[in-house]
């Protein structure tokens, strides 16, 4: 399976900035993910990622809040902008491989704090 | 009422003990299921996927009921190291995850 590479681990960042993280994979894959998971909750899907297209957003997340970038098939950027303590969470990039269908493959997360 | 609803535990079972989970799904045009694992402070990993013909992998076993939109996972045999949280998850289409809040296992010596 995919190996992903997401960074940063971990920030505590002051409420008004942005946190861009990344997300590298070492093979070409269709879709990428990005999810967060607040603290005691489950994963909520931000948006999809795909390559040379705009990112699709889910209900209640935007993208002036939650740009993503998606340059090539095996990289992504999301950024969490004018950030708030609401915004303290869990971000995880996920992807799809292609020709799989038995799941999918997260990386180890951005563990996020707003002060 | 939440599309993927699971039991939040905590499961408190000794070493060795069999234990089941259960999850109900309310999008009856839900495509794919899967069990994943999740790690304090880790990220989630495929458990395992889940047929209407029943999965079993090892001490782990899945089954689904469309009927019912119900899915299930039995452990047997628990293991100290089996200690984690169960996120049951569908894949309701377009390649769109919807994760349960998970079911905590605690397993004692």
Known sequence: SAVISQKPSRDICQRGTSLTIQCQVDSQVTMMFWYRQQPGQSLTLIATANQGSEATYESGFVIDKFPISRPNLTFSTLTVSNMSPEDSSIYLCSVEEAGRSDGYTFGSGTRLTVV | RKEVEQDPGPFNVPEGATVAFNCTYSNSASQSFFWYRQDCRKEPKLLMSVY??????????????????????????????????????????????????GTRLLVSP
């Open chain 2, 52 to 101: 209407s013909s029943g999965n079993e992998d090892g001490r782990f076993t899945a089954q689904l009921n469309r009927a019912s939109q119900y899915i299930s996972l039995l452990i047997r045999d628990s293991k100290l190291s089996d200690s984690a949280t169960y996120l049951c998850v569908v894949n309701r289409g377009f390649q769109k995850l919807v994760f349960g809040t």
